[in-house]
């Protein structure tokens, strides 16, 4: 499946974590900031970008507890920091119990260089 292909199906297919970051940053609706849902990004798939600020945002749920999946998840950031990205990771639990500490990590680091 091509790429992009993909990121359409991962968009009609979102987390519930997913689709309550999305209605926070979607529109412009977080600070003005644009961001993109289920991007492609180089060889992979971003949950959340906003290009402007170079700033990557990634939900994830208990299969990246997995230790291949950590290796993958390393080396995919990686990749991303090295194409000058910062990349965020929250855990399912953290977006669902403390949403508001989440977007206020987010904001934070949306005005460094400000």
């Not at 359409?8 to 519930?16: A, D, E, G, P, V």
């Not at 950590?70 to 194409?83: A, G, I, V």
């Amino acid at each position: 499946m091509e790429l992009l292909d993909k990121a359409k199906k991962l968009r009609k297919n979102s987390t519930c974590m997913e689709t309550k970051i999305w209605h926070s940053l979607r529109s412009r609706r977080f600070q003005g900031f644009k961001f993109r849902r289920q991007c492609p990004l180089g060889n992979y798939i971003v949950d959340f970008v906003c290009f402007e600020k170079k700033l990557i945002i990634e939900i994830d749920g208990g299969q990246h507890n997995d230790f291949t999946q950590q290796e993958y998840d390393n080396k995919r950031t990686d990749y991303l920091n090295h194409l000058g990205y910062e990349v965020l990771r929250f855990w399912n639990d953290e977006v669902q119990q403390q949403f508001d500490l989440v977007m206020d990590v987010i904001y934070r680091c949306l005005l460094k260089d400000v």
